[in-house]
């Protein structure tokens, strides 16, 4: 029979420097009203110089193994969801797996940009759902700050820094993740990119001098598909569940926009208090977005056991990913 899976914990970091929307105004010509009114944000983290992303992803996954009562040396797989890897190659989780010492464990990162994290889960499931393995570390990770261009007002205020991780393992039956629902199209790969750096633009002066290696967005398309997305993936998700939303306990959507999260919050008929919303200290930080919600929710004591989670995220790619998972082991 096929097993249940869930989380057995979840660990965050975040960078300790605050930039404020205050900040943002001496910077660009932009306002904490047009940024509040706009987005909800109002601070965000910025790594340090020195910081990549898989300092920040160490720091989250030590916590979360710590929270899952084992130790490095019991995972089998880490799986890395990020953008913003500390090169293109090896990937995060190979150094994460050297400094955490889990030297039996298999390592590669995913690339589904802000719905990386639930496309993470969703394949760690598959993992130990079949038997294969017992433990998988998820981790969502991004250093945003690193490839935004601080003068462009249209994206620097959007993005943050932080990582989350989460370690899955077996549980009761019955508990853990109940359906998952990803998807791609692959025809809106323009409205969220970076652009050089790869090998259809590989870095050169040229490349540098037109600022092609910052995040380019089409913020108004990203905004339709985001919200048609937020609609239809918690709708599939909660269908191969066998849920219906009045059984939701709490929404954990991709913290991008909170009139994003408003619409998704209206249209599943939640009150604010069933609505995981942290975008206002940390703004979009991609892939850790979701973990990081969830780490704070439970330390919050706004997850208790066996409540109905409803995790949902939508990004580059275009993605989306969605997920309905009971709290428990
Ligand atoms: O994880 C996925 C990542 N991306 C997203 O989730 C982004 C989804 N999109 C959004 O969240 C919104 O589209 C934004 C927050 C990016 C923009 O909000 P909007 O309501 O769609 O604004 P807009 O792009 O239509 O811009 C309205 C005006 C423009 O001025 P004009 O042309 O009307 O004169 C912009 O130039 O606001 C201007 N503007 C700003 N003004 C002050 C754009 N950025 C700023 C800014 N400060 N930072």
Redesign the pocket.
């Known amino acids: 029979m096929e097993r249940s899976v869930g989380i057995w914990g979840l660990g965050s970091a975040l960078p300790e420097k605050i930039l404020t929307n205050l900040d943002?105004e001496k910077m660009?010509?932009?306002?904490d009203e047009?940024?509040v009114s706009?987005?909800g944000i109002r601070e965000r983290r910025i790594a340090s110089k020195s910081v990549a992303s898989s300092d920040l992803a160490l720091e989250a996954s030590e916590k979360a193994l710590k929270s899952a009562g084992i130790s490095a040396e019991d995972l089998d797989l880490i799986i890395v969801a990020t953008v913003t890897p500390d090169m293109l190659f090896p990937s995060t989780a190979c150094i994460i797996q050297a400094k955490l010492g889990a030297k039996k464990a298999a390592a590669f990162d995913l690339s589904a940009?802000?719905s990386g994290f639930i496309y993470g889960l969703a394949t760690a499931t598959q993992f130990i759902r079949n038997g294969m393995y017992e433990h998988v570390l998820v981790v969502g990770v991004e250093c945003l700050s690193k490839i935004t261009d601080w003068e462009d007002?249209?994206?620097?205020?959007?993005f943050g820094d932080g990582a989350g991780a989460a370690v899955l393992g077996p549980v009761k039956e019955g508990k853990g993740f109940l359906s998952f629902d990803l998807g791609a199209d692959g025809t809106g790969r323009d409205s969220?990119k970076l652009p050089a750096g790869g090998s259809r633009l590989p870095a050169s002066l040229e490349t540098v001098e037109q600022k092609m290696h910052y995040v380019s967005?089409n913020?108004?398309e990203?905004?339709k598909f985001?919200v048609r997305v937020m609609e239809n993936a918690t709708e599939t998700a909660l269908e191969k569940a066998g849920l219906t939303k009045e059984k939701i306990d709490l929404l954990v959507p991709?913290q991008?926009?909170i009139?994003?999260i408003d619409y998704a919050a209206k249209r599943l008929g939640l009150s604010e208090d069933k609505v995981m919303v942290n975008l206002d200290k940390y703004g979009?930080m991609?892939s850790a977005t979701i973990p990081i919600a969830m780490d704070e929710a439970l330390q919050e004591g706004k997850i208790k056991d066996g409540d109905i989670l409803l995790l949902v995220a939508?990004?580059?790619g275009l993605t989306w990913g969605s997920s309905v998972l009971k709290w428990g082991r």
Not at 153 to 158: G, K, M, P, Q, Y
């Open positions: 943002l660009v010509d932009t306002s047009w940024i706009r987005t940009a802000c007002r249209n994206t620097c205020v959007l969220l967005m913020g108004q990203v905004f985001a991709h991008a926009n009139r994003i979009n991609s939508f990004g580059g």
